[in-house]
C-alpha cells in the first residue's frame, strides 16, 4: 500500500449524547493505525451506524481511496438512529462538521441555506447519475449540495407463511389489503407493525401523492412550493387512510409510538405472529440475519383503488462541510465514493437500487416483488428534494399527534400550519 500499511479497525463505544436524552447511544468507529514514518492528512465521514454487510461496503470504498491517496487517512463515525441528526445538528451550530456528513431533505434545506454545504457540481461523476435522481440534487442555479449514493424503497413486508396458515391471499390492492388486515384485527391479532420514525408518513404519501407522479411532478411541487395549502390537502387521502387504520384496530398505537425503526419493528416481524410490517427495503438484509422460520417478501403497498405503489426516494445521501479545511481531498473522496463500482457495493449491501444509469439489481431476492413497480414507474419519491417546504418533519410530527387521538381533518390543519411556518 505504497509504503504505508493501514489497518482499519471498528469499535463499538457507549456515550451519552448530550442535549438529547440522557441514554445511552451506540457510536461506531471505522478507523485506521499510520505508519509513524510519514506524515498524513486526515479526513473524517459522519453516518449512521451500519450493519455488517454496509460496514464492509465502507470499508472497501475508504481503503480503495486511501490505497490511491497513501498520505491520506479517513475514518468514519456511524451513530445509530435518531441520535445522528440530533448529532449533527449539534455539530453544525457548534461549527464542527465533518468533511462528509450524510444528510436527509430538511437538513439539506437548513444547512445549504446557512451556507454550510460545498457546491459539488463540478464533480465528474455527476454525469453518470440517473435523470429522475439529477432533477433531485441539481438545484436551478447549477448548483449541487448533496449526491445520494443509493435509492431506498420503502414497502410492505409480507410474512407468506402466516397468510396462508389463515388461508389469506397476498394482498394486491385497497380492497385486498382492507379484508385480510379485517380478518386479523377480528382474531384479536394486530396486524401491522410500524415504526415511530417513517412508516406511517410513507404511506401518507403513497396514497396521496401517486398521482402527482403520474404527471408533470415538476409542476406540481413548484405549485405546492408556492401554495403550502395545496399540498396539505392534497395529502389529506394518505391521512384519513391512517386514521382508519388506526380506527380499525390495525395498528397498535401505543406500540408504534415506541418501536423504533430497523430495530423493535424488525423483532416483531420476525417473531412470526404478524402478518404486515411497513419499513425500508434496506432492512431485509437484517430480516435475514435474524433467520426468521418462515417465508416473507417486501411488496409495494396495496393501497390503490386498482394496485400498488412503491416508495423510493434517494437516499444516504452525502454532502460536503464548506469550511472543510481540506476541500480538494475531500472532493477526491466524494469521486471515489460515487464512483459505479462503489456505488454499487454500497447499494447491493444496503438491497437498495443504484441512483446510476446501470441496470444492475440488489441480490437480495426477498425485495423482488417490489422490482415491477420500481421498473415501470409506479412510485412516488417519498422525500422529494424539489420540494421547499420541511415535509418529512410536519408529517412525523403529524402522525404522532394521530397515534395519541388527533383526529384526520384536525391533522391536516396542523399540517398546513407546519409547512407555512
Known sequence: MNGCKRVLSIILISVILTGCSQRSSEIMLIESEPSMKQEHMFLSVYGYQADVRNLIAIEKILNQFMEQNPDIIVTYEG?????????????????????????????????????????????????????RMKE?????????????????????????????AHGQKVPENWSDFMEVCNYFAAKGITPVIANNYASLRKLIAAKSLYSVYQQDTAAAIKEFNREPAKLAN?????????????????????????????????????????????????????????????????????????????????????????????????????????????????????????????????????????????????????????????????LSEITRQMLKGMPADKAVARLNQLLTQ
Not at 82 to 102: G, P, Q, S, T
Not at 137 to 160: A, K, M, Q
Not at 249 to 255: G, L, N, V, Y
Open 79 to 131: 451513530v445509530k438512529g435518531i441520535d445522528y441528526w440530533k448529532a449533527l445538528e449539534r455539530r453544525a451550530e457548534a461549527n464542527v462538521l465533518d468533511d462528509v456528513f450524510m444528510v436527509d431533505h430538511d437538513r439539506v434545506m437548513d444547512m445549504a441555506d446557512k451556507g454550510r454545504l460545498a457546491d459539488l457540481s463540478s464533480l465528474s461523476t455527476i454525469e453518470n447519475y440517473q435523470d
Open 136 to 164: 433531485q440534487f441539481i438545484r436551478e442555479d447549477g448548483s449541487v449540495y448533496f449526491l445520494p449514493i443509493c435509492i431506498s424503497l420503502y414497502g410492505l413486508y409480507i410474512n407468506y407463511s402466516l397468510l396462508e
Open 234 to 394: 392534497t395529502l389529506r387521502p394518505g391521512i384519513e387512510m391512517v386514521e382508519e387504520m388506526i380506527d380499525r384496530k390495525w395498528i397498535d398505537c401505543a406500540e408504534v409510538l415506541e418501536t423504533e425503526q430497523t430495530s423493535d419493528d424488525l423483532q416483531l416481524f420476525v417473531d412470526g405472529n404478524r402478518p404486515f410490517m411497513v419499513t425500508g427495503g434496506w432492512a431485509a438484509a437484517r430480516v435475514q440475519d435474524m433467520e426468521p422460520d418462515f417465508s416473507y417478501g417486501v411488496h409495494p403497498f396495496p393501497i390503490l383503488d386498482k394496485g400498488s405503489v412503491l416508495v423510493v426516494e434517494g437516499n444516504t445521501c452525502i454532502s460536503v462541510n464548506a469550511g472543510s479545511e481540506h476541500l480538494e481531498e475531500v472532493m477526491r473522496l466524494i469521486e471515489c465514493i460515487t464512483q459505479p463500482d462503489s456505488i454499487w457495493e454500497y447499494c447491493d449491501s444496503q438491497s437498495s437500487y443504484t441512483p446510476l444509469q446501470d441496470d444492475r439489481m440488489p441480490a437480495d431476492r426477498t425485495i423482488l416483488p417490489a422490482a415491477e413497480c420500481f421498473e415501470c414507474g409506479r412510485i412516488v419519491i417519498g422525500s422529494d428534494f424539489r420540494l421547499d417546504l420541511p415535509l418529512d418533519a410536519s
